[in-house]
């Protein structure tokens, strides 16, 4: 079973999304802010992390580049979300946001599920 790490400071999101995570199969682990979803990626070692780019005191950006340097997390892939990219502009420009996959909020399920199983693919191929 495949580990993922849901990292949003909004509640809700963090409950719908493992919801459904845990619906299709996958273990899910969550933090609401930074500095926990660092030291959660360490210990707990997820397959793959979600990572809200927009929050208070650490955002997403900054983690995601804490996670890049470690040696323990470097190799984690990652999928950005943000309420910073519309649906539209994620249609025409692409989704990549500093070299990782970005998805416009309010989040579409299936293309989340779809991005995952690619990153975790190519992955499992390393």
Do not use: C, F
């Not at 199969?25 to 979803?37: L, M, P």
């Not at 793959?48 to 955002?59: A, K």
């Amino acid at each position: 079973m495949k580990k993922v790490l849901i990292v949003d400071d909004e509640e809700d999101a963090l409950q719908m999304l493992g919801k459904r995570l845990t619906t299709e199969g996958y273990s899910v682990i969550t933090a609401t802010n930074g500095k926990d979803a660092i030291a959660l990626a360490k210990s707990q070692h997820p397959d793959i992390i979600i990572l809200d780019i927009i929050m208070p005191e650490m955002e997403g950006g900054q983690v995601a580049a804490e996670l890049k340097e470690h040696p323990l997390t470097r190799s984690i892939p990652l999928i950005l979300l943000t309420a910073m990219l519309s649906k539209e502009e994620e249609e025409k420009y692409g989704s990549m946001v500093g070299g990782h996959i970005a998805l416009a909020k309010p989040l579409d399920a299936e293309k989340l599920l779809d991005q995952m199983k690619k990153l975790l693919d190519s992955t499992a191929v390393l």
